[in-house]
């Protein structure tokens, strides 16, 4: 499923005095299935455009299009996992909580269990050892992951989610990435990541949109990151600075190295 904002503007509290542009005129389309970042520094407008996204907020002006083609989709669009997981849950069990949403759309209780158990199992959680248990004394990992899990059961094309890095250790944070990257490899979902470490999924994702000031400022490629594709052809051409090269300050730092070396010879 794709997603394409057309001259895209949202402002809070318009007309008033307290009236806030936080997206001004963004033109972006994200592709079926593909992994993107957004990026910036907050309050740059990241958590409002997965809102847009979501259709949470409407847009003040420009228009926003989520399409599958020609095809009919049955079930949700863009689901978004909040930035706070502890907002995400109101019940005092998992299955509750995950439940609610399908009982409430009349979904059959033998559904509701065997989406449950998958969408669980997507997040690598099992389904029988955390039925019972209370959103509220997961750890912060497990409370991320049960919150994705909560947005797969209603079985969205989109995925968006709000700072799923925020406050974990290095391996909570590998833990999120390589469930985002599972989710859109095996289960064909469109992945669309706000965060302010974006290198840290720099590897893995397709593509990065910086934020600034509410505009975009920059989308960057992953699979063409400038540097390393500069290195690579730099080693083609028979100067070789060596592996792990990611920006230009190290390549710099390379280079210089290797004049002073042919200097004392
Ligand atoms: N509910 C709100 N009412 C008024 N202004 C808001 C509201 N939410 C966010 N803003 C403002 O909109 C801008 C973008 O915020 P936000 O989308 O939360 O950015 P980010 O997620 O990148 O930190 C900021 O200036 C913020 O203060
Ligand atoms: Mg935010």
């Known amino acids: 499923m794709s997603v394409i904002f057309e001259d895209v503007t949202y402002i809070y509290n318009k007309d008033t005095p307290m009236e806030k542009r936080a997206i001004k005129d963004i033109s972006l389309s994200i592709s079926d299935g593909e992994f993107v970042v957004l990026s910036g520094k907050a309050g740059c407008g990241k958590s409002t455009l997965l809102q847009l ?87 912060s990992g497990e409370k991320r992951r049960a919150a994705i899990a909560s947005v797969l059961v209603l079985d969205p094309q989109v995925i968006a989610m709000d700072e799923p890095l925020a406050g974990l250790d290095q391996k909570g944070k590998r ?13 064909g979902k469109t992945v669309v990541m706000a965060t302010q470490e974006s290198e840290a999924v720099s590897g893995v994702c397709d593509r990065t949109f910086y934020l600034e000031n509410g505009g975009l400022a920059a989308t960057e490629n992953s699979s063409l990151l400038p ?31 290797m004049e002073k070396k042919a200097h004392e010879m």
């Open 53 to 139: 996204m979501g259709g949470i907020l409407g847009p003040t002006s420009g228009s926003i299009t989520i399409s599958s083609g020609a095809k009919i989709e049955a079930r949700g669009g863009v689901g978004v996992v909040f930035q706070f997981p502890e907002r995400q849950f109101f019940e005092n069990s998992i299955y509750a909580d995950l439940s609610f949403p399908l009982r409430r759309g009349g979904v059959s209780e033998e559904e509701i269990e065997s989406r449950l158990i998958s969408a669980l199992k997507a997040v690598d959680m099992d389904f029988h050892a955390y039925r019972d248990r209370s959103p509220m004394e997961l750890s």
């Open 175 to 187: 833990e999120i990435i390589q469930e985002l990257k599972r989710l859109q490899k095996e289960a």
């Open 227 to 257: 540097i390393p594709s500069l290195v690579n052809l730099l080693k083609k051409k028979g100067l070789d600075l060596g592996e792990g090269v990611m920006d230009a300050e190290e390549a710099f730092l390379r280079i210089r190295s």
